[in-house]
C-alpha cells in the first residue's frame, strides 16, 4: 500500500484478556517501530526492528509486552493480560532503514486506539 | 539520556499573526530533527526535519533552523491560518540508536479566525 497501515483501528478488551495490534509498513522499508501515546505519557518509543530482529526493546514496559516481525514486512505487537494503564494510542512507523544517511525518516500509521476497561 | 524540551500550550493565536514554537534538545553527537504534525482526528505527519547543523527545514510555510551551538530548532511561520490548528511534536533521532524517535511533549496550537 501507499502508507503504514494498522489494525484494528479502535479495540476495547476487558481486563487481563490478550490483544495482538498489527502493523503492515511501507513496501521497501526495512525499519520498523512502536511508539505508544497516552494522555499522560505522551509519546514513547517501545521497540524498533531492523529487519526480522529487534536491536531495542528497551521501551517496552513490561515483559507483558512482546513483539514480533515475520518476512521483514508485518509486525505484531502483543499485550498479555492487559491493565488499565495499558489504554492508549499504539503507533506504528517506518522507514527506509537505521543504519545510511537519509534513512532516518518515519512515516506513521494511522495507530490503533486501545481501551482496557 | 537524550532529551527534548518545547513550549507548553496551548498557544493561541489570531489568524494572520506570526508564530513561533520553541524547541532545545540535550543529545551528544549529531542527531537529526524533526517536527511532526498531528491535526485533530488524524496522525502524525512529518512537517519538516533537519540532518545537519545549520541545515534549514522548511514545509507549507513552516520554517526551522538546526542551531547546535544554543541546541534548538525553533519552529516558526509567518502568518497562520486556521487550518493550523493542531498539535506540534517536536523530535530528535540518533543513527547510533537505530534511529528511533525521542519526542517532546507537544504543543497545541489553536488558530482563532
Known amino acids: 500500500g501507499a502508507g503504514v497501515s494498522q489494525s484494528p483501528s479502535n479495540k476495547v478488551t476487558e481486563k487481563g484478556k490478550d490483544v495482538e495490534l498489527r502493523c503492515d509498513p511501507i513496501?521497501?522499508?526495512?525499519?520498523l517501530y512502536w511508539y505508544r501515546q497516552s494522555l499522560g505519557q505522551g509519546l514513547e518509543f517501545l521497540i524498533y526492528?531492523?529487519?526480522?530482529?529487534?536491536?531495542?526493546k528497551s521501551g517496552l514496559p513490561s515483559d507483558r509486552f512482546s513483539a514480533e516481525r515475520t518476512g521483514g514486512s508485518v509486525s505484531t505487537l502483543t499485550i498479555q493480560r492487559t491493565q488499565q494503564e495499558d489504554s492508549a494510542v499504539y503507533l506504528c512507523?517506518?522507514?527506509?532503514?537505521?543504519?545510511?544517511?537519509?534513512?532516518?525518516?518515519?512515516?506513521f500509521g494511522p495507530g490503533t486506539r486501545l481501551l482496557v476497561l | 539520556g537524550d532529551s527534548v524540551t518545547q513550549m507548553e500550550g496551548p498557544v493561541t493565536l489570531s489568524e494572520e499573526a506570526f508564530l513561533t514554537i520553541n524547541c532545545t534538545y540535550t543529545?551528544?553527537?549529531?542527531?537529526?530533527l524533526f517536527w511532526y504534525v498531528q491535526y485533530p482526528g488524524e496522525g502524525l505527519q512529518l512537517l519538516l526535519k533537519?540532518?545537519?547543523?545549520?541545515d534549514k527545514g522548511s514545509n507549507k510555510g513552516f520554517e526551522a533552523t538546526y542551531r547546535k551551538e544554543t541546541t534548538s530548532f525553533h519552529l516558526e511561520k509567518g502568518s497562520v491560518q486556521v487550518s493550523d490548528s493542531a498539535v506540534y511534536f517536536c523530535?530528535?533521532?540518533?543513527?547510533?540508536?537505530?534511529?528511533?524517535?525521542?519526542f517532546g511533549a507537544g504543543t497545541i496550537l489553536r488558530v482563532k479566525s
Open positions: 512507523a517506518s522507514s527506509l532503514g537505521t543504519t545510511g544517511w537519509g534513512q532516518e525518516t518515519q512515516y
Open positions: 513496501s521497501g522499508h526495512t525499519a
Open positions: 523530535a530528535l533521532s540518533r543513527m547510533e540508536y537505530g534511529n528511533k524517535l525521542v
Open positions: 533537519a540532518t545537519k547543523a545549520d
Open positions: 543529545a551528544t553527537g549529531y542527531p537529526s
Open positions: 526492528f531492523q529487519g526480522n530482529s529487534a536491536p531495542d
